[in-house]
């Protein structure tokens, strides 16, 4: 439990670190979304909490006592999104080029860390909807 607790505020402690790193590396970068009108902050933001969070994840896999393997496939998947945001932040990637990434990361939960999608849930009433 303790060195639960530790690896936690390690990859807090990491995340923020990262934050404050990359939000001045962002204008640099290309990674600043710009106001506009269908944007609602008033001066340049730097989009990189997401990228933050993610080094602080891996971070946490790498130096906790998680055993790996079964996260494998959701670890690589995630990767795939997290960079394919990044780019898609600082070049406006297609919608086609975002959805094959979405489909890869979704492909490599389902034949490689064996993901299923058993049922929907109980989409409009309280009767599960299953797949099967």
Not at 60 to 86: F, H, K, N, W
């Amino acid at each position: 439990m303790v060195r639960l607790v530790i690896t936690s505020l390690v990859t807090f402690v990491v995340t923020l670190l990262m934050v404050r790193v990359l939000v001045r590396l962002a204008p640099r970068i290309g990674l600043v979304d710009e106001p506009g009108v269908r944007r609602q902050h008033s001066s340049p933001t730097p989009l990189v909490g997401g990228l933050a969070m993610f080094v602080g994840l891996q971070f946490s896999v790498l130096v906790g006592e998680l055993t790996v393997g079964p996260m494998r496939a959701l670890l690589a998947g995630a990767a795939i999104l997290v960079i394919v945001g990044v780019l898609d932040d600082m070049h406006e990637l297609s919608s086609r080029a975002r959805f094959v990434a979405q489909l890869v990361a979704a492909m490599l939960m389902v034949y490689w860390g064996g993901a299923v999608l058993a049922d929907l849930g109980a989409l409009w009433s309280d009767t599960v909807v299953h797949l099967n």
